[in-house]
């Protein structure tokens, strides 16, 4: 039997990002372990580029900013 193994930063990607402190949002461009940061002991820190979106044309985007994100793995 064979299954599909993912990465936690490959589900990351793509997935859209909202601050709720510095009213920022856009794409997940990219994520990686930011080991440096520790938010608890079923938590991991990653750092991750954001691209935001204002509106659905490109030129209009601004810059890439970063910004952590934490997650908690789950107890199976």
Known sequence: ???LVYTTSAL???KY???RSRRLEGIIQEAEIAPEI???ENDTA???RVRP???DNPK???KDFWAVVAVRKENV
């Open 53 to 55: 979106q204002f509106g």
């Open 17 to 19: 990002y909202r601050s």
């Open 1 to 3: 039997m064979s299954a």
């Open 12 to 14: 990351l990607e793509g």
């Open 46 to 48: 990653y750092r991750v």
């Open 60 to 62: 209009s985007w601004g």
């Open 38 to 40: 520790y938010y608890g």
